[in-house]
C-alpha cells in the first residue's frame, strides 16, 4: 500500500520534505529518500508520535493517525562523528641486550617496563656481574653515557636494543676547605685515604684526570700544582695575583691552567715551566670563576658579567650581563653551552659562541652558589645559600631537589664521572655524595674520620649504601669538591706510602 511521508524538523516543526513510500518498506529506506529528497548530508534521527523508529522497523508498523492524508515522521539532524585515531597500543617489556664493553661478552637479557628508571636498568645489569667486581656500573648507548633520574622511554631505550657495560674505577673526591688542607676521600666507602696541607685557606681546586695533576687556589694569591706517582707532591707554585685566587680550571691536555683571582683578572698558565701566558683584563671587580670553552677562556665575576676571551684577541668576544653578581661558570661541549649561577635566584644557559641568553632556570629561595653540566651535558645541577642542590635537564624542568641536609650555605657541586653522582660542599665542614638516580643522599664527609652506618660489604653491594662520617672540627667549611678517579692499587699504595707527611 502506498502512503505519503510529510518530514520536518523536530526543532521547529518546519517542513522539510514529502516522499512516497510503500507501507511494507524500512524505516531505514524513509531515512534514506528524505535524505536523497532534501539533499541533507548529515545523519537522521526519526521520530514519530515522540518514538525513535528503528531502522529495521517496517513503515505500517510504525506510522499511525494521518494528518490530512499524510504520515508525519520527525527529524533530529545528527552531527557525524568525528575520525578518531585508533587507540595506542598497550606498552610491553623492553628487552634490552647489555654486553660487556671490552670484551663483547653478552651478559643475558633484561627485560623492564618501559616507565622503569635507569636506576633499576643499572640494578638488574649489576646483578649479572660477578659478586667480586667493585666500582661503580657504567651504561652505554652508542656514544652516549646513560645517567639521570629518567624512565628507560624518556632516555631512548627501544625494545631489542644492545647496552655495552663498563664497570669503572671507584670513584674517589677532593675536598678544599678552610681548615688548609685538601682531602682525598674513596667516595664508594667514605674512607679517607689523605691529606694535602696547603699552608693557607684553600679557596678553589680542580683535579686534570689524565695528567693526574690537581691544582689548589689559595687564598695567598698563589696556585699550588700538585702531581700523582704513587703518592702526590707539589710540582710547582704559581705567584702573580694579588688577590684570593677562586677558581681554577685546567685545559682540555693539561697542559695550560686559567686561574680567576679577586684583584680583578684572570691569567693564563704554562704547566710545563710555571710561566703566566697571559692576563686577562676587563672585568671591573673579583673574579668567582674560569673555565675553558671552544671558542676561548670564559670568566664570571662580582661586577655582574660574564665574558669569553678568546687567545687570539685583546678584548672580550662577548660579555653576558646579569642582574647580580654572578658566581660560577661551566661550558659543555654539547651544543657549546654556559652555565652560569648567579645572586639574583637564578641560573642561566647561554650560547657558548654568541654569549645569548638559552634558557631560566629558576626554584631557588636565594642566592646560587655554583652550577655545572653532568658529563654527557644534558643536565644541569646547582647549590646556593638555602644548602640545597636541584637538577634540571635543558628544556628547563626542574628534575629533583635535595632534602636540606646541609645545615649552612652550600658552597660548591661536582659531578662524577660516570654522571650518577653529584658531590656538594657546605660552610658546616660537610660535604655530602648524592645518586642522582635513586635521588638519596649516599655519603657525609666530614674531618678525616668515619662513622659506617652499614658495613662495607653490604654497601658494595648496594653501590654506596648509606653512611654517615665522624664528627668534624668545628669552622673548617668546606669550599670546593672536585672528582678523582683512583685504582684499587692506587688505594692501597696510598694508605702504605712511607715517608709522606701528607698522610694522615
Not at 625494545?159 to 664497570?167: A, I, N, S, T, Y
Amino acid at each position: 500500500m502506498e502512503c505519503t511521508v510529510a518530514a520536518r524538523l523536530a526543532c521547529s516543526g518546519e517542513l522539510l520534505t514529502v516522499v512516497d513510500m510503500n507501507m511494507d518498506e524500512t524505516v531505514a529506506s524513509l531515512r534514506n529518500a528524505i535524505a536523497e529528497t532534501a539533499r541533507e548530508s548529515c545523519s537522521m534521527w526519526l521520530l514519530a508520535s515522540g518514538r525513535l523508529l528503528l531502522d529495521g522497523e517496517l513503515l505500517r508498523d510504525t506510522l499511525t493517525r494521518p494528518e490530512d492524508g499524510r504520515f508525519a515522521v520527525d527529524i533530529v539532524r545528527c552531527e557525524p562523528q568525528p575520525a578518531l585515531a585508533a587507540p595506542p597500543a598497550a606498552p610491553t617489556n623492553v628487552r634490552l641486550f647489555p654486553r660487556c664493553a671490552l670484551t663483547g661478552e653478552a651478559l643475558g637479557e633484561v627485560q623492564l617496563w618501559p616507565l622503569d628508571t635507569l636506576s633499576a636498568l643499572r640494578e638488574a645489569v649489576r646483578r649479572r656481574l660477578p659478586e667480586e667486581d667493585e666500582g661503580p656500573v657504567q651504561l652505554l648507548l652508542g656514544e652516549h653515557c646513560l645517567a639521570g633520574p629518567i624512565s628507560l622511554a624518556s632516555a631512548g631505550l627501544r625494545d631489542g636494543m644492545v647496552l655495552e657495560v663498563l664497570r669503572c674505577e671507584a670513584r674517589a673526591l677532593f675536598t678544599a676547605s678552610a681548615d688548609h688542607t685538601v682531602r682525598l676521600w674513596d667516595a664508594e666507602l667514605g674512607t679517607h685515604l689523605g691529606t694535602l696541607p696547603q699552608g693557607e685557606w684553600a679557596t678553589s681546586l680542580e683535579f686534570h684526570v689524565d695528567t693526574s695533576r690537581l691544582a689548589v687556589g689559595l687564598f695567598d694569591c698563589s696556585v699550588k700544582i700538585w702531581s700523582y706517582d704513587g703518592g702526590f707532591s707539589c710540582e710547582r707554585t704559581l705567584n702573580g695575583h694579588r688577590g684570593p685566587v677562586m677558581s681554577v680550571a685546567f685545559s682540555g691536555d693539561g697542559q695550560r691552567l686559567a686561574s680567576g683571582s679577586f684583584d680583578h683578572t684572570a691569567k693564563l698558565w704554562s704547566l710545563e715551566d710555571g710561566r703566566c701566558l697571559r692576563r686577562f683584563d676587563g672585568h671591573s671587580d673579583g673574579l668567582t670563576g674560569v673555565t675553558f670553552g671552544d671558542e676561548g677562556l670564559l670568566s664570571a665575576s662580582v661586577d655582574s658579567s660574564c665574558k669569553l676571551w678568546r687567545f687570539d684577541a685583546q678584548s672580550a668576544a662577548w660579555s653576558a650581563e646579569h642582574p647580580d653578581e654572578v658566581n660560577s661558570v661551566k661550558f659543555t661541549k654539547k651544543e657549546c653551552r654556559v652555565v652560569t649561577s648567579c645572586g639574583d635566584h637564578h641560573v642561566r644557559l647561554w650560547d657558548g659562541k654568541t654569549g645569548t641568553l638559552l634558557q631560566l632556570l629558576s626554584g631557588f629561595p636565594s642566592t646560587v652558589s655554583a652550577a655545572v653540566f653532568s658529563p654527557n651535558g644534558c643536565l644541569v645541577c646547582a647549590t646556593g645559600a638555602d644548602g640545597q642542590a636541584r637538577l634540571w635537564d635543558l628544556t628547563g624542568e626542574l628534575l629533583w631537589t635535595t632534602p636540606r641536609q646541609h645545615q649552612d650555605v652550600s658552597t660548591s657541586v661536582a659531578f662524577s664521572a660516570d654522571g650518577q653522582c653529584v658531590a656538594t660542599t657546605s660552610s658546616d665542614g660537610t660535604a655530602r655524595l648524592w645518586n642522582i638516580e635513586s635521588q638519596r643522599c649516599e655519603l657525609v664527609l666530614t674531618g678525616g674520620e668515619r662513622r659506617a652506618a652499614r658495613r662495607a660489604r653490604r654497601a658494595r653491594k648496594t653501590e654506596g649504601g648509606s653512611h654517615v662520617a665522624g664528627t668534624r672540627s668545628a669552622g673548617t667549611g668546606q669550599n670546593r669538591v672536585a672528582f678523582s678517579r683512583v685504582s684499587r692499587y692506587d688505594r692501597f699504595s696510598l694508605l702504605s706510602s712511607p715517608g709522606r707527611d701528607w698522610l694522615v
